[in-house]
């Protein structure tokens, strides 16, 4: 994920004078973590956990704190959200007898170590520490992830889903929507009611969906590099998760703990590998296709192209970071994954 304030400054315009950006055409960012960390505080500050079920009280004192870094682009009204945050709760409990005697107060931290854009449609994970690890004090810290998890969980969403919409970006845009309802931007022509809409020229490619090419080169031999990527246990290997492939035409594949899955459309040993992939964030009914095809210029010297079409712009959850993050995962998680860990880096 590029750092705030670090985009391709052909991309990133200044503010003009009059505060315009036509259309959002051009790519308009803004810091957003001091507006995550008021938000994620809105949320969870003073939380109430459990009211005496078991004889147990808990609850999250407050945030504190949140590092990182979270941002929004926009661009021709599009909304990319981009973060990556460390979040850090306090917590407090007690555990009373039947009769109502405290037994045992105790203080914790529950720390959320990575919420990211890339994992938007996933639950984070949650570590729950507690000083005192006594027995009552262990039972404190279980119950406070048992019952604690699936509400901060809950309020993460939000937080997702708030910076999905644009966070603090919606706001400005939908204010000087209101500004701007009926007011001409400064510089630009003004169409006469009687003036014919424009038609525009239709375009081949598909609305919505996108188009990744990759390029890279192996020291290897093709036919060793088609073999590893149709066999399962060496996905399991260089990606350390669970993988189920077919080597046969028409048969299906799972990868990277079922997130991935598809089945194959054409094989070609050492040559050609076409197929159908679906990621599980993605909207109901879409597939997209891989086609990788391996050339040998030379004995010893593997060049394969990935050719990955229809990749839809958003997920189920209106993240605008599919194809981004789909380019980045070729990448870092296969490609650069087979160099490193089979040697056939150049």
């Known amino acids: 994920m590029a750092k705030y304030g670090e985009g391709d400054k052909r991309w990133i315009v200044e503010d003009r004078p009059d505060g315009a950006n036509v259309h959002n055409w051009h790519w308009a960012e803004t810091d957003c973590l ?44 599009k909304i990319i959200p981009g973060y990556e945050l460390n979040v850090v709760l306090s917590w407090q409990g007690e555990a009373k007898d039947s009769e109502g005697s405290s037994l045992l107060k105790v203080d914790g931290s529950v720390e959320i170590p990575y919420i990211s854009d890339e994992n938007a449609d996933e639950d984070p994970e949650i570590r729950v520490t507690v000083k005192d690890e006594g027995p009552i004090g262990k039972t404190l810290k279980d119950a406070m992830f048992t019952k604690g998890k699936p509400v901060v969980e809950d309020k993460v969403r939000v937080y997702v889903q708030s910076m999905a919409k644009g966070g603090p970006a919606k706001e400005e845009l939908e204010t000087k929507k209101v500004e701007k309802k009926g007011q001409p931007v400064a510089g630009a022509s003004v169409r006469k009611v009687s003036e014919p809409p424009v038609v525009e020229k239709k375009e081949v490619r598909k609305e919505g ?30 990606t350390q998760s669970n993988a189920k492939i077919s080597k046969e035409v028409g048969g299906e594949f799972s990868i990277f703990d079922g997130s991935v899955t598809g089945r194959n459309l054409e094989l070609l040993e050492g040559k050609l590998i076409v197929q159908q992939w679906r990621f599980g964030n993605w909207p109901d009914g879409i597939v997209s296709k891989v086609r990788l095809t391996f050339d040998e210029p030379e004995p010893g010297i593997t060049v394969v192209k990935v050719v990955h079409t229809d990749i839809p712009e958003e997920d189920r959850y209106g993240n605008e970071t599919v194809v981004e993050n789909t380019e980045r995962g070729w990448r870092d998680l296969i490609l650069n994954k087979i160099r490193a860990v089979f040697g056939f880096g150049i």
Request: positive net charge; aromatic residues 10%.
């Open 34 to 77: 001091e507006w995550s960390r008021n938000l994620l505080s809105q949320l969870l500050n003073n939380l109430t956990i459990l009211d005496g079920e078991g004889n147990l009280f808990m609850k999250i004192n407050k945030v504190e704190k949140v590092e990182g870094e979270a941002y929004v682009n926009v661009r021709k009204g």
């Open 209 to 238: 969906f996108k188009t990744i090419s990759l390029t890279e080169k192996f020291s290897c031999r093709a036919k060793d590099l088609f073999e590893i990527l149709m066999d399962e246990n060496r996905w399991k290997g260089f």
